[in-house]
T-cell receptor, first 116, second 115 residues
Framework: AQSVTQLDSHVSVSEGTPVLLRCNYS??????LFWYVQHPNKGLQLLLK??????LVKGINGFEAEFKKSETSFHLTKPSAHMSDAAEYFC??????????????FGRGTSLIVHP | DGGITQSPKYLFRKEGQNVTLSCEQN?????MYWYRQDPGQGLRLIYY???????QKGDIAEGYSVSREKKESFPLTVTSAQKNPTAFYLC??????????????FGNGTRLTVT
């Protein structure tokens, strides 16, 4: 069985300071991991994904994430926050479960607040 | 441009009425999903379909029904049996089993309010 835990429900930063959104996962297989962003009343947009290639993954808008198998973590970072980064962020794990089904599992989300 | 279209964006219904949410995709994706989003609870899977004419229950299927008669379409009906239907509903698609590590593509959602 797979699961994902986003360790913070809210993260507050000042514009221009680094961003860290934490995600831990549990998976029986070799998982694929994703980060998505959601702006208010919108669908989710893919930020980046890890699929067993390089452990440091670069995404859109300056975000990146590092896959650490020993820590079962996939934290999202950005060196310098921008006001437009304020949104909800979701960590997602996906692997081939029993029966061959592919069902992504979502974390509960982290709300990123950016102060001027 | 390829994508997923959900309609309507906002929907209001009286308690006891069934309501159907539309989801159409032109990405030629095999798999489609319905999620429900409530504040602080992330996305919860209602139903999913890996191929036409086949669908499976997700974690919270009670009070919902779906059909998959065409590859492009995956409508969701919220029935009167759903005890707390007011929520934001998101439809998604992906290429399917053979590309299991492909990301999901999402529509912009339908906000359903039942009073």
């Amino acid at each position: 069985a797979q699961s994902v835990t986003q360790l913070d429900s809210h993260v507050s930063v000042s514009e221009g300071t680094p961003v860290l959104l934490r995600c831990n996962y549990s998976s029986s297989y070799s998982p694929s991991l994703f980060w998505y962003v959601q702006h208010p009343n919108k669908g989710l947009q893919l930020l980046l994904k890890y699929t067993s290639a390089a452990t440091l993954v670069k995404g859109i808008n300056g975000f990146e994430a590092e896959f650490k198998k020993s820590e079962t973590s996939f934290h999202l970072t950005k060196p310098s926050a921008h006001m437009s980064d304020a949104a909800e962020y979701f960590c997602v794990v996906s692997d081939m479960e029993t029966g061959g089904s592919y069902i992504p599992t979502f974390g509960r989300g982290t709300s990123l607040i950016v102060h001027p | 441009d390829g994508g997923i279209t959900q309609s309507p964006k906002y929907l209001f219904r009286k308690e006891g009425q069934n309501v159907t949410l539309s989801c159409e995709q032109n990405l030629n994706h095999d798999a489609m999903y319905w999620y429900r989003q409530d504040p602080g609870q992330g996305l919860r899977l209602i139903y999913y379909s890996q191929i036409v004419n086949d669908f499976q229950k997700g974690d919270i299927a009670e009070g919902y029904s779906v059909s998959r008669e065409k590859k492009e379409s995956f409508p969701l009906t919220v029935t009167s049996a759903q005890k707390n239907p007011t929520a934001f509903y998101l439809c998604a698609s992906s290429p399917g089993q053979l590309l299991y590590n492909s990301p999901l593509h999402f529509g912009n959602g339908t906000r359903l309010t039942v009073t």
